[in-house]
């Protein structure tokens, strides 16, 4: 196969992330990657840097809207200061009960994934408009959708069935799991040695965590929409039911519009919850763990909850796999907050898990186990981008 320009892009809430591969036979080298960043702003920022880290476009344009920003990184690609894009893969979080595998964008997939918006509301609006527009602003070149669903489809009916009505599993609601993209990168890293039993821990604004047996997903902590699962940055995770039917009543009472009173509630729990909730203060581990020191209280609160959700979580997929391999930490928090892996694994030595304090120590990939421990502790980041180009050139064929 002839070298290959693959761009790559993942779009979020106030911003658009993307790098370009050059892909060759069994060969990937990051060439350029860059973001948009502050859409909605006056002043937002521009970069696009090459694979040293240079630099190469730095600018803090007014950023009105996506439109404008998507049109920045499209002018600078069609440029000729940076190699056109033979193909591109799109970051697409929820393809829903339909859209399982990764595939070729048309428009009629485009509307498909639209259909299931409900299933990821703050995620799947932003891919869908990005998509349509990436195949009127890159005609002809093939745009294909890598879906963090995807990794999931393995799991068994007994973990994907909700426990309601029929009607309501005929409606695609089930859990699909999320960070599947990365959660491949990790498998795809540890090859050949894919432990039989691993746990990864996706840890960064949204968090996560995985059963994974022979590198194939048995269990994941996401369920139909990636509110699930256990706390995050803004978000509750799993919740008694009767929480939101409690909150949602208080929303009523002065909220006479159905539609309106379900935006309200998905916003309470969604962008208001977790630990930005419960602390009051931040979403952001730093702050916390800055607060923390100062004696915060709800700070302190707040992270236990993290910890504590994640080391129940091990258990149960210790218990769900029957034994553990490897446990494998990864995303910002994951990678970088010594604090809360060591608080995590403190109560694990049961299941076999021994961190070493020292070797804990660490920011980035890092052996962290102690010397002996029945079960290996890694710290891997994620290769989302990677996985995604891999996948984009498997389907080009
Ligand atoms: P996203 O889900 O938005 O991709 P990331 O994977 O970038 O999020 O993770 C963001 C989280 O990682 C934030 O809570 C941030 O505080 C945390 N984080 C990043 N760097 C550090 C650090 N050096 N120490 C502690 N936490 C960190």
Redesign the pocket.
């Known amino acids: 196969m002839p070298s290959l320009p693959v761009l790559v892009l993942n779009s979020?809430s106030s911003s658009i992330k993307f790098s370009v591969y050059e892909a060759e036979n069994g060969e990937r080298r990051k060439l350029h990657e860059g973001a948009v960043d502050g859409i909605g702003t006056d002043q937002g920022s521009f970069w696009i840097k090459d694979a040293d880290g240079n630099k190469l476009v730095d600018q803090t344009p007014a950023l009105p809207n996506r439109s404008v920003a998507f049109r920045l990184v499209a002018d600078a690609l069609h440029s000729g200061d940076f190699p056109a894009p033979a193909a591109i893969g799109h970051r697409v979080v929820c393809g829903g009960p339909t859209v399982q595998e990764n595939q070729i964008i048309t428009p009629a997939l485009i509307d498909e994934i639209e259909r299931y918006t409900d299933f990821a509301p703050l995620h799947t609006p932003i891919a869908v408009y990005i998509m349509r527009e990436a195949l009127r602003l890159f005609p002809g070149i093939p745009n294909f959708a890598i879906l963090d669903t995807y990794f999931h489809r393995t799991m068994p009916e007994v973990v994907t069935h909700m426990p309601i009505r029929e009607e309501y599993s005929a409606m695609g609601v089930r859990r699909y799991g999320y960070h599947g993209i990365s959660y491949e990168s990790i498998v795809y890293q540890l090859e050949p040695n894919v432990p039989e039993k691993l746990i990864v821990a996706?840890?960064?604004?949204?968090?996560s965590i995985s059963a994974i047996r022979n590198g194939k997903c048995l269990d994941t902590s996401m369920g139909l929409t990636p509110t699930g699962g256990i706390i995050?940055?803004t978000r509750t995770g799993d919740i008694d039911p009767g929480v939101l039917l409690f909150i949602l009543r208080k929303i009523a009472e002065t909220e006479p519009s159905a539609t309106a009173a379900a935006d309200k509630l998905e916003t309470a729990v969604s962008k208001k919850a977790g630990?930005l909730g419960v602390s009051g203060l931040s979403?952001?581990?730093?702050?916390?763990?800055e607060a923390i020191k100062g004696g915060n209280a709800k700070a302190r609160l707040a992270v236990d909850k993290f910890t504590w959700t994640i080391a129940k979580w091990i258990g149960s997929y210790v218990a769900e796999l029957g034994g553990l391999d490897m446990l494998v930490f990864t995303?910002?928090?994951?990678?970088?907050?010594?604090a809360?892996r060591a608080e995590i694994c403190a109560g694990l030595g049961t299941l076999g898990i021994l961190v070493d304090a020292a070797r804990n120590n660490v920011?980035g990939e890092a052996t962290i186990s102690a010397a002996g421990s029945p079960v290996t502790v890694r710290v891997i980041p994620p290769a989302e981008d990677l996985m995604i180009v891999n996948h984009v050139v498997r389907l080009l064929g």
């Open positions: 979020g996706h840890l960064g604004n949204g968090a995050s940055g630990l979403n952001d581990m730093r702050d916390l763990r995303g910002g928090i994951g990678e970088n907050d010594i809360s920011r």
